[in-house]
């Protein structure tokens, strides 16, 4: 694993997606989730909630995803919306959401263009990992 790269260097892959998650995708889940909590970049840590708010939709479409097909659409524009509400007077971000947002955008547009199921639930795999690192490493709940 130590030709892995991490976290900002690596962006989430397609391949991941679309191929299937090996041990750099969770390396590099992990390194984000760590990324995630700390404060830099002139940005607050991302808070659990702002992450709750999201990974529980996606459970929710995950639940029946023919059903809820219609709905994968939206959840770029619940980041964005949780982007939005994080600003302050000046448009400018205060905590890591816009990273979060920047990552999952792009794994969105592949589920979408795909549309398989399998797809999704290696997205929503990726996620929980960058979940469960992200609590791991201390994610704050306010």
Known sequence: MSNCIK???QKLKQEWIQNGINDC??????????YLTSQSDNLKGLT???IRKFFGE??????????????????KAKLAYAVGRDKD??????????RFYEE??????WIRESS???????????IESIVAYHKFYGGRDN
């Open 48 to 50: 659990t909630s702002q």
């Open 7 to 9: 976290y900002p260097q």
């Open 25 to 34: 995708a969770i390396e590099w889940a992990k390194s984000f989730g760590e």
């Open 104 to 109: 999952l955008e792009n794994g969105i547009n």
């Open 58 to 75: 996606l459970k929710r479409i995950q639940a029946d995803p023919i059903k809820y097909s219609a709905d994968i659409p939206m959840l």
């Open 116 to 126: 398989k199921i399998d797809d999704f639930n290696r997205l929503i795999k990726i």
């Open 89 to 98: 007077n000046r448009g400018n971000s205060k905590s890591k959401i816009v």
